[in-house]
């Protein structure tokens, strides 16, 4: 039985939580926040892409995942909700983020390039909110999931935790 997960997709899980809470601790209306804004809109960017990487890793190594025990089905369901929820807010959060920014302004500079904007975004003042909203419950997500990772390294004592760090090949 497979122990671990493979070291690409660990290596993901983790850079990823980096840019997201990069990404949350450099929040705000990137217009005018200066350097600030633009590692919020970088971070957004590169969370977007890593999504798509990973999906490509688990598609991947699908085969090579590790099966961890679930003790009963209202874990089951736990697991399978919080897991499509984190997934569905690596994509949505930045998705509505690019809008906001495209709703408030028709250029905006990431480190002297142009980030292209979706002008039909214009002026939906609304889309901040949603994407603030949105962040707000990925981070949530994100602290139940280390919650719960937890529980399962120092209360059921199981390889879940374990099974997402780097090892050490034997």
Not at 14 to 23: D, M, N, P, Q, Y
Not at 47 to 65: A, D, E, H, M, P
Not at 98 to 113: K, P
Not at 118 to 138: E, P, R, T, V, Y
């Amino acid at each position: 039985m497979v122990r671990h997960y493979p070291k690409p997709i660990i290596f993901i899980h983790w850079l990823t939580l980096l840019f997201v809470i990069a990404a949350y601790v450099s929040s705000g209306n990137p217009l005018y926040t200066g350097v600030q804004g633009q590692i919020h809109v970088a971070c957004g960017i590169t969370i977007f892409l890593l999504f798509f990487i990973r999906l490509g890793f688990i598609i991947y190594y699908s085969n090579r995942l590790p099966k961890n025990e679930i003790l009963n089905k209202t874990q089951e369901v736990l697991f399978k909700t919080v897991r499509f929820l984190l997934y569905l807010c690596l994509f949505v959060v930045p998705l509505f983020g690019w809008l906001a920014l495209s709703s408030l302004t028709d250029s905006f500079q990431l480190f002297n390039q142009n980030v292209p904007l979706f002008s039909l975004a214009k002026d939906f003042d609304f889309l901040g909110n949603i994407h603030q909203l949105l962040g707000n419950l990925f981070i949530s997500l994100v602290g139940l999931h280390a919650c719960a990772a937890l529980l399962h390294h120092f209360i059921l004592k199981d390889n879940v935790l374990k099974s997402m760090l780097f090892h050490r090949d034997k």
